[in-house]
């Protein structure tokens, strides 16, 4: 008997039958508790990584901060209904029998696309008419703190969801991959705005995207639009 670990067939099949208000219950649970793992992560690094802070200490929570990042749980809720909606009507469709090498390449090809977009989108919310009304707030972290990375104005979260959707739409990714580059998302941005560095040094000459790479950016707006690579700064000029 052939078993195939990455035959999903079954759980999407019990996603395709659920109710909107099951749908609607379904995001909002998942994404509070990825927003709790999130800061969870955050504070278990800080507590056990000996590296020096990067910054003299870290950005105080706010109201308005736990008001924004309640506010993105939201959007991220209402990203993942518009996702279930398009998948119901097959404007996106799922692998739901990927190979092993299939989702390797499938993760690696979406945090690269994902990664040009981003640094695009980042690169347009730094418009000076842009960044006062959407990013500037975001930046008022010019150290970070374990909200750092939900507060976001809700179109720009709901921008990089849509960013997500447009490739999904594009190409049958595995519900695997996508839960992959989901993760890796999650964990690289908790890192990303940490504030002590979590690379090794030699990191920097691989073109990731470090936490000090990061925190460059939140000390000059004007460089370092990038997530996952430097490659797009190193590329476009605009890499410290």
Same mark, same amino acid.
């Given at each position: 008997? /052939?078993?195939?670990?990455?035959?999903?067939?079954?759980?999407?099949?019990?996603?395709?039958?659920?109710?909107? +208000?099951?749908?609607?219950?379904?995001?909002?649970?998942? /994404?509070?508790?990825?927003?709790?793992?999130?800061?969870?992560?955050?504070?278990?690094?800080?507590?056990?990584?000996?590296?020096?802070?990067?910054?003299?200490?870290?950005?105080?929570?706010?109201?308005?901060?736990?008001?924004?990042?309640?506010?993105?749980?939201?959007? /991220?809720?209402?990203?993942?209904?518009?996702?279930?909606?398009?998948?119901?009507? =097959?404007?996106?469709?799922?692998?739901?029998?990927?190979?092993?090498?299939?989702?390797?390449?499938?993760?690696?090809?979406?945090?690269?696309?994902?990664?040009?977009?981003?640094?695009?989108?980042?690169?347009?919310?730094?418009?000076?008419?842009?960044?006062?009304?959407?990013?500037?707030?975001?930046?008022?972290?010019?150290?970070?703190?374990?909200?750092?990375?939900?507060?976001?104005?809700?179109?720009?979260?709901?921008?990089?969801?849509?960013?997500?959707?447009?490739?999904?739409?594009?190409?049958?990714?595995?519900?695997?991959?996508?839960?992959?580059?989901?993760?890796? =998302?999650?964990?690289?941005?908790?890192?990303?705005?940490?504030?002590?560095?979590?690379?090794?040094?030699?990191?920097?000459?691989?073109?990731?995207?470090?936490?000090?790479?990061?925190?460059?950016?939140? +000390?000059?707006?004007?460089? =370092?639009?990038?997530?996952?690579?430097?490659?797009?700064?190193?590329?476009?000029?605009?890499?410290?």
């Amino acid at each position: 008997m /052939n078993f195939n670990w990455f035959d999903f067939s079954g759980y999407l099949k019990i996603f395709w039958q659920f109710s909107w +208000l099951q749908w609607i219950v379904f995001s909002l649970i998942s /994404n509070v508790l990825l927003c709790l793992f999130s800061i969870a992560l955050y504070q278990f690094i800080e507590k056990t990584c000996r590296k020096d802070f990067l910054q003299k200490q870290n950005h105080p929570v706010t109201q308005s901060d736990a008001y924004l990042s309640l506010l993105t749980v939201v959007c /991220n809720s209402f990203v993942m209904l518009l996702g279930a909606f398009l998948w119901k009507n =097959n404007w996106i469709i799922i692998d739901p029998h990927p190979s092993a090498v299939s989702v390797f390449l499938e993760t690696i090809a979406f945090i690269f696309l994902m990664d040009l977009l981003m640094y695009f989108f980042h690169y347009a919310a730094h418009l000076p008419f842009v960044y006062k009304i959407l990013h500037g707030k975001h930046h008022e972290h010019v150290s970070t703190n374990f909200l750092s990375l939900f507060v976001l104005h809700p179109f720009e979260t709901i921008g990089f969801g849509l960013m997500i959707l447009a490739l999904l739409m594009s190409y049958d990714f595995s519900i695997i991959s996508i839960a992959l580059y989901l993760s890796i =998302n999650l964990i690289w941005g908790t890192i990303g705005h940490l504030n002590r560095e979590f690379f090794p040094a030699s990191f920097d000459r691989l073109f990731v995207g470090t936490t000090r790479f990061h925190n460059q950016h939140h +000390l000059d707006e004007t460089k =370092n639009f990038g997530f996952y690579t430097s490659i797009w700064d190193r590329l476009f000029g605009t890499y410290r």
